[in-house]
């Protein structure tokens, strides 16, 4: 499923960004950012209901399945030359597919591990499937380069992220029916009253949960740093780096980035249980603000592509600190009959909060990227975040 993931968004970002046929601007960067983004904040406030309602093994089969319908419509819809509002709705549907997917599995993880060893499980579990995400990213942009830049190619290499959502399916048939759970449902008996309480109750399982609900202010925080760097990574890619060496712009400068961003994934899955066993979760986190801060401060200000490449690394490599920490918060402090509602509620907060720094900035951000003003802005929601989290855990 992850590969999937990976391939479907490095072929939508591909035929969107740096398509020939195609132009890209601030606002339509922010566009695709919002397809592949946005979906799950959508579908969240019902989906946290349903996965605390339905045999989440069977929810995992049949959204890959629809998945790999949504990827073919989607390819075929780019090798049309469609653009704009209806390409972006295939591609929300795909993406919100996936999340509402994801969410299954992130719920379902105490289910198949001991209790005493979630954060090291949830650690893996986050860092393989990012890993392979990217490596679905970089066999996308691989065939790219057999299939072409236009709007054909990018048709090709966007189908074949089907793979992942026909591999996703196979393996999640394989569980026994209910082993994910959930194993009790706290639903009311009418489908549609559990749908429309599954934010509420949500956000109040989460609101009576310290570690919980400080951790979202710190991940929140991330989020919309993140958002902004992005924005003005992409345009200096696209408008202002060139080549330097084996150091690539472009799209396969987009490519190095990922590796950048997966490489820090990777090290993040490795040494968060040793941080948080060494330092506690709580100084885990504002460490793993504060070290996103200095990088965005030393690596990112420079604005030349040898540091941006260098701060994509340390940056993904805090923010997944930040976000295993809360994953295993959720898993380890919230019950069963609610947990799916939380991730839920956290991946809308999530998504929606990275979509709307990127749109803000789109609309200041110039042509070019360069605005080491919005990188200061970056910095100081670090800090804000540092704040928040401690007078959350106070």
């Known amino acids: 499923m992850h590969w999937g993931d990976g391939a479907f968004q490095a072929g939508l970002a591909g035929a969107v960004l740096f398509n020939p046929e195609r132009a890209a601007d601030p606002l339509t960067i922010a566009g695709g950012f919002a397809a592949l983004l946005l979906p799950y904040s959508l579908v969240g406030p019902f989906a946290g209901a349903l996965l605390d309602r339905w045999d989440r093994r069977r929810v995992l089969v049949l959204a890959n399945v629809l998945r790999g319908f949504a990827i073919v419509a989607a390819a075929a819809g780019l090798g049309a030359g469609l653009e704009g509002v209806p390409l972006f709705s295939l591609a929300l549907l795909v993406m919100g597919i996936s999340r509402f997917a994801g969410a299954g599995l992130s719920a379902s993880l105490p ?16 860092t393989v499937g990012a890993t392979i995400a990217v490596l679905g990213g970089a066999c996308a942009i691989g065939l790219r380069a057999v299939f072409g830049a236009g ?10 992220a089907v793979l992942g959502s026909v591999a996703g399916a196979a393996l999640a048939s394989r569980f026994a029916r209910g082993s994910l759970g959930p194993d ?61 060496g084996p150091l690539k712009a472009g ?41 996103a801060a200095l990088a ?48 839920a509620l956290y991946d809308t907060l999530f998504n929606t909060t990275q979509v709307a720094a990127v749109s803000l900035a789109a609309a200041f951000v110039p042509l070019d990227g360069q605005s080491p003003a919005l990188l200061f802005v970056a910095i100081g929601l670090y800090l804000v975040g540092i704040a928040g989290y401690l007078i959350a855990t106070r």
């Open 111 to 126: 289910h198949v591990v001991p209790p005493e060893r979630i954060v090291t499980a949830n650690a893996l579990s986050a």
């Open 151 to 160: 709007d054909t190619g990018s048709a090709w290499t966007t189908s074949f």
């Open 184 to 244: 009790t449902v706290d639903e009311p008996a009418n489908a549609l009253a559990a749908v429309a309480s599954g934010l509420a109750s949500g956000a109040r399982a989460a609101a009576r949960t310290p570690s919980v609900r400080a951790g979202l202010v710190a991940l929140l925080a991330h989020r919309a740093a993140f958002g902004i760097s992005l924005l003005l990574t992409v345009l200096l890619m696209r408008y202002s780096f060139s080549d330097i």
């Open 251 to 291: 799209m396969p400068g987009i490519g190095q980035l990922a590796l950048m961003g997966g490489a820090g994934i990777l090290l993040a899955g490795v040494f968060t249980p040793r941080l948080v066993a060494r330092f506690g979760r709580r100084g885990t986190v504002v460490s793993g603000l504060a070290v």
């Open 296 to 343: 965005q401060a030393a690596l990112g200000l420079p604005l030349v592509l040898p540091t941006v490449l260098l701060a994509a690394f340390v940056i993904t490599a805090a923010g997944q600190v930040l976000k295993l920490c809360v994953d295993a918060a959720v898993q380890r402090d919230i019950g069963d009959e609610t947990r799916g509602r939380v991730f």
